[in-house]
Nanobody, 124 residues
């Protein structure tokens, strides 16, 4: 099993930046492909970003490309999501996800492990 705990959510104004962090435990972190999804109220879960278990590959959802950056720190067992130039449409609950030995994946079914989520609200 893998436990994921997100932090860093909050309320910000449009144009601001926010950094989410996810701490993982339960499996060797360096073997985990990590990612972020989000879900806005009344909408389906949306792929945000992913980073390969090797750390050498990243991918992003179209709506966040150029604004969000995913990174990992294997020494701290954490994965971060730096979010810049936030927009009201970025408002959602953000979930950290993990899958062992995964190099890519943009579907919720690609990730068996999910955190509880952290709320990000962007006001206009």
């Amino acid at each position: 099993q893998v436990q994921l705990i997100e932090s860093g959510g909050g309320l910000v104004q449009a144009g601001a930046s926010l950094r989410l962090s996810c701490a993982a435990s339960g499996r060797t972190f360096s073997t985990l492909g990590m990612g972020w999804f989000r879900q806005a109220q009344g909408k389906e879960r949306e792929f945000v970003a992913a980073i390969a278990w090797t750390g050498g590959r990243t991918e992003y959802g179209e709506s966040v490309k150029g604004r969000f950056t995913i990174s990992r720190d294997n020494a701290k067992n954490t994965v971060d999501l730096q979010m810049n130039n936030l927009k009201p449409e970025d408002t959602a609950v953000y979930y950290c996800v993990a899958s062992q030995f995964r190099s890519d994946g943009s579907k919720p079914s690609d990730y068996p492990y999910w955190g509880q989520g952290t709320q990000v609200t962007v006001s206009s």
